[in-house]
C-alpha cells in the first residue's frame, strides 16, 4: 500500500497542447493543417531543444488547444522529437512552481527547471520513467506542465471547482 499524498497546492485544469513528432514537419502539416482543416497560428524553432515545429490551434480562447507539429533540427541529436510520433502532451495548471515543489516532494522524476515555453508560457517537464533518485515517472509518457496564464484559470478553472 502506497503513503497517502500530502494536498496537492495545484489543479490541472485541462490539456493546453498535443505535440506529435516526424521525420518531416511538412509531411505533418499538410495532412493536419491542409487535410483537416487545422490553422497554423505559429512556428518555434530552437537549436537548444532540436526543434523546428508549425503551431496549429485547435479552438478559441482559454479552451484553445495547440496541436504542435515537430521534427528535429538534426535528426542524429537528442532529443528526438520525431520519436516516439506523439512526443508529448501538454496540461495547463494554476501554479506551476508549487506543482513542481510538490512533485518533487513525491517522488516524481522531473526534468530540468521551470522555463519558457515555445508559445511563451512558462513550462516543465515530467518524465516518462522514474529513476533511483526519483522513482515516480509519468508511466510512460513525456508530461508537459505549463503555467496557466489567467484567462485560462478563469475559464477552466471554475468548471474544476
Known sequence: MSQ????RPFRVLGVQQ???GGDDKRALSSFWGETLGIPKTGSYRSERH???EDILTLGEGPHAVE???MEPVDPTRSPRVNSPALNHIGLWVDDLHAAVDW???Q???VLGEISPGAAGHDVCFIHPRGNEAAPVGATGVLLELVQAPAEVIAALGASRE
Open 4 to 7: 497517502p499524498l500530502s494536498p
Open 18 to 20: 498535443i505535440a506529435i
Open 50 to 52: 532540436n526543434v523546428d
Open 67 to 69: 496541436l504542435d507539429l
Open 103 to 105: 512533485l518533487k516532494e
Open 107 to 109: 517522488g516524481v522524476r
